[in-house]
Each structure stands twice: as structure tokens, then as C-alpha cells.
């Protein structure tokens, strides 16, 4: 008994030595200090989000950078011009009733700033079709030194700035996209700096009331299989949500905007809708607090119906989390080539881009049929290598 006494006391440090041990301990303060947030925007935040997150509707990614918005004209004959762009935004900005669908649409700068064919601004077009305008915010992709030839996300400097900007324009939400390459790894270094970079993102946006698109897609390119897929993108979520909590982002007023898990576009075994399904709820259940409103998907690739049936498929019984869409070649690629750059087509290209915005809808809410799609909208649009 005594000697258990001794051996016991011996091991406990004296109260002044735990104190020095434990820097977390009220008797000491930390030389950091917490920050709890309570910003100027934290309800407007969380409104935002929950509304962008409503039942039967999602995101369109219209955002395409001006080099990328001139490849896709490219593909139907037209220079890459300021007035071809705006033609083509505005045909797809003003589809009548759009915003039953549709609950933000993300515009890259250009577009923020820039007025309709017939002179009205596009954001002022958007807000009375019921659609919040959000901006993308991030620089690009450039090579990471040291990495396995990856790429990091830039835009950091001056963010705060811009966003402040953005708001005062009507954006009300941002997105930011890191891209993460299986075949090239990904290496640690490449995960975390796509990780820090979406949380340092995610706080400035915040604190100049936007709701931040938290986007770590993780490249379809590869001939990997699901299971590959899936453990990448456990890791990578892991890490976004450390960096995210570390820069006190709140949780309720972001968005994800995730890849599905899907084996990679090169791998010989195709995945069913229902084992995509499976596999990317498993990774949500595992990786996003349910206090996050809304699961965005991106297509990053998948024909227009692969992507609503994928879609689909996860909302077949309740979600914690509104899963629904943010896509944009799944919701424009048949749109763009019915309008051909014709002026006589616009309605017919508004048809089209409604279609796929009622069976996205439809899919958010677990109803999609998938009845009388055209073969166009089964062709798969994977680009290898391909920069957005
Ligand atoms: P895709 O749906 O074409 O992958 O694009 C979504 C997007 O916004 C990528 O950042």
C-alpha cells in the first residue's frame, strides 16, 4: 500500500510544474489567443447559404475564366470576344424561370461588372430571376515548386479587398477551386497548401460577407479505381476541415463544393450510380459536420447525364446536408452547342439549359427519371489534362 502511495506520488508532476506543462491552463494565459467569431455577417452568412441550399434547386457555374470562356467558343466556331461573351451569359442569365432551378449562379469578374445584350446589369437579371450572384475569387492554378509537378491555387493577396468589391457589386457568395492530382501523388505538400489556401479563403470571404464555395476537386484524371478515389478524398477533406477550423471559419455559413468519388477516367471498371452514391455518402459521413447547409457536387467532367444520375442516386433517403449541384459543363454543354453562336437559337439554347436544370432539380430532390435524354447529353466531356 505505501509503496503504492510512493510509486504513485512519484509520478505526479508538482502542481506548479503542471501548470508550466499546460499551456492551455486558465492559471496561465496563452500567448495566442482565441478568437471566437462573431462577425459583423454571421446571420447574413448563414441565410445566404441555407437559401442558396434550398429544396429542388443548386448552383450554375458560369465562372469560366476568360481563356477557358474562349475555349469553349472555340469549340462552336466563335472568336473569343468581350461581346461573344456577353452574348452567351446573357442567353443564359435571362432563361425564363431559370430561378426555380437555379439559387446562385457563379460569375467570374467579367460578367460581375458587365450589363445584358439589351443593356440591363447581368446581377440585377439574376436577383429577379430569384438567383444570387456569387463571384469566383481565386487567380488560378500555377505550378507548386518542390511538389510532384502539382499546382497551388493563388489570389490570397488583396482578397479582403476584393471580396469588400464584390459585395458592393451584389455578389453574395464566392468560389475559390484547388485541385488535387492522384496520378501525381498527391504528395503531402500539394494536399495541405490546397487545404490551407481553401481555409485562408474561406475566412477572408466570410469576414467580408461572402459565403464561401469551399472547392478541393480532385482530378478525374488517372486509372485508378474508387477505393483510390475514396481514400484521396478522406485525406484531402480531413485536412480542409483542420485548416478550416484553425482559421475559425464557421461551418454553417460555407458550401462544399466536392468531386464525386468516381474511379478515375482511365480506369478500365466503370462505377454504377449507385456505387458512386455509396461511396461519396460514405466520404461525407466521414469527413462533413452536419452543420455544413449544402453539398454543391461539381461534374469535373461526367457526360450531363452521368452527372443527374449520380445525383440522384445520393438523394434517394434523407441527407443531414442539402446535396445537390454546381455544375457547369453538366448544366451549359448542350445549351452552348444548340445556340452555335446564332442568334435564332437563343430560345432553343434556353430550352436546352432549362432541361438539364429540371432534371438537376429533380435529382436534388431524388426524382429523376432519366427518361428521354438525347445522346448528346450522354457523351462523357473528359478532357485529359484539362485546366479550367
Ligand atoms: P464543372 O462542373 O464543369 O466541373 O465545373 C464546375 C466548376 O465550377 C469548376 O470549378
Same mark, same amino acid.
Given at each position: 500500500?505505501?509503496?503504492?502511495t510512493?510509486?504513485k506520488?512519484?509520478?505526479?508532476?508538482?502542481?506548479?510544474e503542471?501548470?508550466?506543462?499546460?499551456? @492551455?491552463?486558465?492559471?496561465?494565459?496563452?500567448?495566442?489567443?482565441?478568437?471566437?467569431?462573431? %462577425?459583423?455577417?454571421?446571420?447574413? @452568412?448563414? *441565410?445566404?447559404?441555407?437559401?442558396?441550399?434550398?429544396?429542388?434547386?443548386?448552383?450554375?457555374?458560369?465562372?469560366?475564366?476568360?481563356?477557358?470562356?474562349?475555349?469553349?467558343?472555340?469549340?462552336?466556331g466563335?472568336?473569343?470576344?468581350?461581346?461573344?461573351?456577353?452574348?452567351?451569359?446573357?442567353?443564359?442569365?435571362?432563361?425564363?424561370?431559370?430561378?426555380?432551378? $437555379?439559387?446562385?449562379?457563379?460569375?467570374?469578374?467579367?460578367?460581375?461588372?458587365?450589363?445584358?445584350?439589351?443593356?440591363?446589369?447581368?446581377?440585377?437579371?439574376?436577383?429577379?430571376?430569384?438567383?444570387?450572384?456569387?463571384?469566383?475569387?481565386?487567380?488560378?492554378?500555377?505550378? @507548386?515548386?518542390?511538389?510532384?509537378?502539382? +499546382?497551388?491555387?493563388?489570389?490570397?493577396?488583396g482578397?479582403?479587398?476584393?471580396?469588400?468589391?464584390?459585395?458592393?457589386? %451584389?455578389?453574395?457568395?464566392?468560389?475559390?477551386?484547388?485541385? &488535387?492530382?492522384?496520378?501525381?501523388g498527391?504528395?503531402?505538400?500539394?494536399?495541405?497548401?490546397?487545404?490551407?489556401?481553401?481555409?485562408?479563403?474561406?475566412?477572408?470571404?466570410?469576414?467580408n =460577407?461572402?459565403?464561401p $464555395? &469551399?472547392?478541393?476537386?480532385? #482530378?478525374?484524371? %488517372?486509372?485508378?479505381?474508387?477505393?483510390?478515389?475514396?481514400?484521396?478524398?478522406?485525406?484531402?477533406?480531413?485536412?480542409?476541415?483542420?485548416?478550416?477550423?484553425?482559421?475559425?471559419? !464557421?461551418?454553417?455559413?460555407?458550401?462544399?463544393?466536392?468531386?464525386?468519388?468516381t474511379p478515375?477516367?482511365?480506369?478500365?471498371?466503370?462505377a454504377?450510380?449507385?456505387?458512386?452514391?455509396?461511396?461519396?455518402?460514405?466520404? #461525407?459521413?466521414?469527413?462533413?459536420?452536419?452543420? &455544413?447547409? =449544402?453539398? !454543391?457536387?461539381? +461534374?469535373?467532367?461526367? +457526360?450531363?447525364?452521368?452527372?443527374?444520375?449520380?445525383?440522384?442516386? !445520393?438523394?434517394? +433517403?434523407?441527407?443531414?446536408?442539402?446535396?445537390?449541384?454546381?455544375?457547369?459543363?453538366? @448544366?451549359?454543354?448542350?445549351?452552348?452547342?444548340?445556340?452555335?453562336?446564332?442568334?435564332?437559337?437563343?430560345?432553343?439554347?434556353?430550352?436546352?439549359?432549362?432541361?438539364?436544370?429540371?432534371?438537376?432539380?429533380?435529382?436534388?430532390? =431524388?426524382?429523376?427519371?432519366?427518361? =428521354?435524354?438525347?445522346?448528346?447529353? *450522354?457523351?462523357?466531356?473528359?478532357?485529359?489534362?484539362?485546366?479550367?
Amino acid at each position: 500500500m505505501a509503496s503504492a502511495t510512493l510509486l504513485k506520488s512519484s509520478f505526479l508532476p508538482k502542481k506548479s510544474e503542471w501548470l508550466n506543462t499546460r499551456p @492551455l491552463s486558465s492559471a496561465q494565459p496563452m500567448a495566442v489567443s482565441f478568437t471566437v467569431r462573431a %462577425g459583423a455577417y454571421t446571420d447574413e @452568412l448563414v *441565410k445566404t447559404a441555407k437559401t442558396i441550399a434550398s429544396p429542388g434547386r443548386g448552383i450554375l457555374a458560369m465562372d469560366e475564366s476568360n481563356a477557358t470562356c474562349g475555349k469553349r467558343l472555340a469549340s462552336i466556331g466563335l472568336e473569343n470576344t468581350e461581346a461573344n461573351r456577353q452574348a452567351y451569359r446573357t442567353l443564359l442569365v435571362t432563361a425564363p424561370g431559370l430561378g426555380q432551378y $437555379i439559387s446562385g449562379a457563379i460569375l467570374f469578374e467579367e460578367t460581375l461588372y458587365q450589363s445584358t445584350t439589351d443593356g440591363k446589369k447581368m446581377v440585377d437579371v439574376l436577383v429577379g430571376q430569384n438567383i444570387m450572384p456569387g463571384i469566383k475569387v481565386d487567380k488560378g492554378l500555377v505550378p @507548386l515548386a518542390g511538389s510532384n509537378d502539382e +499546382s497551388w491555387c493563388q489570389g490570397l493577396d488583396g482578397l479582403a479587398s476584393r471580396c469588400a468589391a464584390y459585395y458592393q457589386q %451584389g455578389a453574395r457568395f464566392a468560389k475559390w477551386r484547388a485541385v &488535387v492530382s492522384i496520378p501525381n501523388g498527391p504528395s503531402a505538400l500539394a494536399v495541405k497548401e490546397a487545404a490551407w489556401g481553401l481555409a485562408r479563403y474561406a475566412a477572408i470571404a466570410q469576414d467580408n =460577407g461572402l459565403v464561401p $464555395i &469551399v472547392e478541393p476537386e480532385i #482530378l478525374l484524371d %488517372g486509372d485508378h479505381g474508387i477505393e483510390r478515389s475514396f481514400e484521396v478524398s478522406q485525406k484531402v477533406w480531413a485536412e480542409v476541415f483542420f485548416y478550416m477550423a484553425e482559421n475559425n471559419v !464557421m461551418y454553417e455559413g460555407i458550401l462544399l463544393k466536392p468531386s464525386m468519388v468516381t474511379p478515375g477516367a482511365e480506369c478500365k471498371e466503370r462505377a454504377t450510380p449507385e456505387q458512386v452514391a455509396e461511396y461519396t455518402l460514405k466520404l #461525407l459521413h466521414r469527413r462533413i459536420p452536419p452543420s &455544413v447547409p =449544402g453539398i !454543391m457536387f461539381l +461534374s469535373g467532367g461526367q +457526360s450531363e447525364v452521368e452527372a443527374t444520375l449520380n445525383l440522384n442516386a !445520393m438523394n434517394q +433517403s434523407p441527407n443531414p446536408w442539402h446535396v445537390s449541384f454546381s455544375y457547369a459543363r453538366a @448544366l451549359q454543354n448542350t445549351c452552348l452547342k444548340t445556340w452555335g453562336g446564332r442568334p435564332e437559337n437563343v430560345k432553343a439554347a434556353q430550352d436546352a439549359l432549362l432541361v438539364r436544370a429540371k432534371a438537376n432539380s429533380l435529382a436534388q430532390l =431524388g426524382k429523376y427519371i432519366g427518361e =428521354g435524354e438525347s445522346a448528346e447529353a *450522354k457523351e462523357g466531356m473528359y478532357v485529359k489534362n484539362y485546366s479550367y
